[in-house]
């Protein structure tokens, strides 16, 4: 069994909404633990997703039937219900803080739930005067804000499909995305602010504009002017006019809501439609009952706009939490910025990358450096696996009453397979195991089902309310299924290379198409980033494996302050210690930055591309594409 380290324990079970749901659902699985509540999740799904929709008192017409019992890829759920993803948002009637990089005193500003549907109200009559009706597509290129908020809530309103896109993102990128939708409205800043500097955009909408001629009205926020196709009529945000009020109009459970890219291995970025009642509802779920979030709660997931953690975010309004958002880097002025934030804010529950959590750590400071966070309880961390030793630091920092609340799944479900259970320790390294309704397993290369401590694909074998309706242009739903279903009909494969712990945890060992396979043997490159996690001096690591003598070799990056030929032996004999000889790098070359996504991920795909000679596929998916030219001269003289 794996001697991962305790670092939590429930407190306070029954107040949780995971508690109450348990009892309140005990006449159909019989148990006293989630257990019991999690295999009856998967076993009786229709009896399971009936119920949890009356827990969460979702609004609308649920109708009678709560799922068909379809073969994945299909995924039918409350086929007779009409439900407005906007009304249930706005039901409790919370307000919404947003604080601005630039705003050291971290106070921000609020608004109220009239302001917010004053907002949305005039983003739906700006749609209806654009001609906007059912199914168009409207598309956004914004920073965390009011604006970017109110806009995604008057596409539910309307029944449009709604798509954005992070103002940092370079042109081809956007271009790239929003040209496939053909939309009929953008919404654009002219200027935004990230690490204390401020970058003018103008030129980049101008580009999309004049790309993308489908585009015939310009919703513009800031101050400056556009060179405006003759096509295309502008609208100052400050000046839109007042609508006449929302209708609230309840539409089918699968009534597209969104499209969420994300980026292949080949081809443009995969355009994910998703449904809202699905998203919703899953959503929900995860926030109340997985993460712990109660009406009156204080909560911010960090996120830019360019990742699926924002559309989770504004899914909190649901909750009855009240929302507060981050607009800016995290990093700015130091690396405490979110905890100085969270103080101030008296944040319940703070979300982040398990990447910035790294950051924090390499750097030496303390968040207790911070002061008074005593409002704090939850911890919510994705984007990447969050270590054992980064997860130990964390637990340590706040003396152990943190609940950790690490989860995994994707932009392809907007939601996650594995995360936090409020019902049960958590421990060092993995999470507590797959979230209700997500019939989650480990398959090895035959499609065999894997026991503890055995590394091989996760997999879901039950359909779940946020399977996507396709992927955009994908009219036979030949790329959809080839992306998610090839491998094993009517299951889904996520790409992780995962294991099971003998306590019913969950590890993820990094992105199964990165996999490292030497000598027949699959490694993970996370094991090799978690044994280097006590060297002070590597602050960043990237390992990849290169053809080499009819077999692969390990090719390890680092961004070290010591690259001395010294300090290359410790490393090697630290991997060797911690994990094994197969570990141990056949090369380490040291590097001023690794590439990395616009989430932040590490890009291990576009290096492994470098190692096997491949051209690098999706260069626009990545923040800083000139790392690579570094590393890919390593390949050359290699």
């Known amino acids: 069994m794996s001697q991962a380290a305790l670092l939590w324990s429930p407190t306070s079970p029954k107040e949780s909404a995971m508690y109450k749901f348990l009892i309140q659902t005990k006449k159909f699985h019989g148990g006293d633990s989630t257990t019991e509540l999690y295999r009856w999740s998967i076993e009786k799904p229709e009896e399971f997703w009936g119920e949890l929709w009356d827990f969460l008192e979702v609004i609308g017409e649920r109708g009678k039937r709560a799922l068909l019992p379809d073969p994945l890829p299909q995924a039918t759920f409350f086929p007779d219900a009409k439900v407005s993803y906007l009304e249930n948002l706005l039901a409790p009637k919370s307000g919404v803080t947003v604080v601005p990089e630039a705003d050291l005193t971290n106070i921000g500003s609020r608004v109220t739930h009239e302001e917010l549907v004053s907002n949305i109200g005039r983003v739906v009559q700006l749609f209806h005067s654009a001609g906007v009706v059912e199914g168009d597509r409207v598309v956004s290129i914004l920073p965390i804000g009011f604006e970017v908020f109110s806009f995604l809530l008057a596409g539910f309103e309307s029944g449009a499909i709604v798509a954005g896109a992070s103002p940092e993102f370079g042109d081809s990128a956007i271009i790239s995305r929003f040209n496939q939708l053909q939309p009929k409205v953008l919404i654009a800043t002219t200027q935004y602010q990230w690490n204390g500097k401020v970058f003018d955009r103008r030129e980049t909408v101008e580009k999309v504009l004049h790309e993308i001629p489908s585009i015939t009205h310009l919703i513009l926020v800031g101050d400056g002017e556009i060179a405006l196709p003759d096509w295309v009529s502008v609208h100052r945000w400050n000046s839109l006019k007042d609508g006449d009020g929302l209708q609230l109009i309840r539409r089918g459970f699968d009534q597209p809501a969104y499209v969420l890219f994300t980026s292949g291995?080949?081809?443009?970025?995969?355009?994910?439609?998703?449904?809202?009642?699905?998203?919703?509802?899953?959503?929900?779920?995860?926030?109340?009952?997985?993460?712990?979030?109660?009406?009156?709660?204080?909560?911010?997931?960090?996120?830019?706009?360019?990742?699926?953690?924002?559309?989770?975010?504004?899914?909190?309004?649901?909750?009855?939490?009240?929302?507060?958002?981050?607009?800016?880097?995290?990093?700015?002025?130091?690396?405490?910025?979110?905890?100085?934030?969270?103080?101030?804010?008296?944040?319940?529950?703070?979300?982040?990358?398990?990447?910035?959590?790294?950051?924090?750590?390499?750097?030496?400071?303390?968040?207790?450096?911070?002061?008074?966070?005593?409002?704090?309880?939850?911890?919510?961390?994705?984007?990447?696996?969050?270590?054992?030793?980064?997860?130990?630091?964390?637990?340590?920092?706040?003396?152990?009453?943190?609940?950790?609340?690490?989860?995994?799944?994707?932009?392809?479900?907007?939601?996650?397979?594995?995360?936090?259970?409020?019902?049960?320790?958590?421990?060092?390294?993995?999470?507590?195991?797959?979230?209700?309704?997500?019939?989650?397993?480990?398959?090895?290369?035959?499609?065999?089902?894997?026991?503890?401590?055995?590394?091989?694909?996760?997999?879901?074998?039950?359909?779940?309310?946020?399977?996507?309706?396709?992927?955009?242009?994908?009219?036979?739903?030949?790329?959809?299924?080839?992306?998610?279903?090839?491998?094993?009909?009517?299951?889904?494969?996520?790409?992780?290379?995962?294991?099971?712990?003998?306590?019913?945890?969950?590890?993820?060992?990094?992105?199964?198409?990165?996999?490292?396979?030497?000598?027949?043997?699959?490694?993970?490159?996370?094991?090799?980033?978690?044994?280097?996690?006590?060297?002070?001096?590597?602050?960043?690591?990237?390992?990849?494996?290169?053809?080499?003598?009819?077999?692969?070799?390990?090719?390890?990056?680092?961004?070290?302050?010591?690259t001395s030929e010294s300090f290359t032996n410790k490393v090697k004999q630290v991997i060797r210690a911690k994990t094994s000889p197969r570990h141990v790098p056949g090369a380490i070359f040291y590097v001023g930055d690794l590439p990395r996504t616009f989430n932040g991920k590490l890009a291990e795909v576009a290096v492994a591309d470098l190692a096997n000679g491949r051209p690098v596929r999706n260069l626009a998916s990545l923040a800083n594409p000139e790392s690579l030219d570094e590393i890919g001269r390593f390949f050359l003289t290699s």
Request: aromatic fraction near 10%; glycine fraction near 12%.
């Open 265 to 562: 291995t080949t081809g443009v970025p995969k355009g994910l439609v998703h449904r809202s009642g699905g998203v919703m509802l899953k959503h929900l779920m995860e926030q109340k009952l997985h993460c712990d979030i109660r009406p009156g709660d204080r909560v911010c997931f960090y996120s830019t706009t360019g990742w699926m953690m924002w559309n989770w975010s504004i899914s909190i309004l649901g909750t009855g939490a009240e929302l507060a958002l981050f607009d800016g880097s995290p990093n700015y002025p130091d690396v405490l910025r979110l905890f100085h934030f969270a103080s101030a804010q008296k944040l319940t529950h703070l979300g982040l990358s398990a990447r910035l959590l790294d950051v924090i750590k390499e750097s030496g400071r303390s968040i207790r450096e911070v002061g008074n966070l005593s409002a704090l309880r939850t911890i919510m961390v994705t984007g990447s696996p969050l270590s054992a030793s980064t997860a130990t630091w964390l637990s340590n920092e706040f003396d152990g009453r943190i609940f950790i609340s690490p989860f995994s799944g994707g932009t392809d479900i907007a939601g996650s397979f594995t995360g936090p259970d409020p019902l049960r320790p958590y421990y060092a390294g993995e999470m507590q195991g797959p979230l209700l309704g997500m019939d989650v397993d480990v398959f090895d290369e035959m499609g065999n089902s894997l026991g503890a401590e055995e590394m091989g694909d996760l997999v879901c074998k039950r359909a779940f309310p946020s399977v996507p309706l396709g992927i955009w242009g994908d009219s036979d739903n030949s790329r959809f299924i080839s992306t998610y279903f090839h491998t094993w009909p009517g299951v889904w494969v996520h790409g992780d290379l995962t294991s099971k712990t003998e306590r019913g945890g969950i590890i993820i060992h990094g992105r199964s198409d990165a996999t490292l396979n030497i000598s027949g043997v699959r490694i993970g490159t996370s094991e090799i980033y978690s044994a280097l996690d006590g060297l002070s001096e590597v602050t960043g690591a990237l390992a990849v494996a290169q053809p080499w003598d009819g077999d692969q070799r390990i090719v390890l990056f680092l961004v070290a302050t010591d």
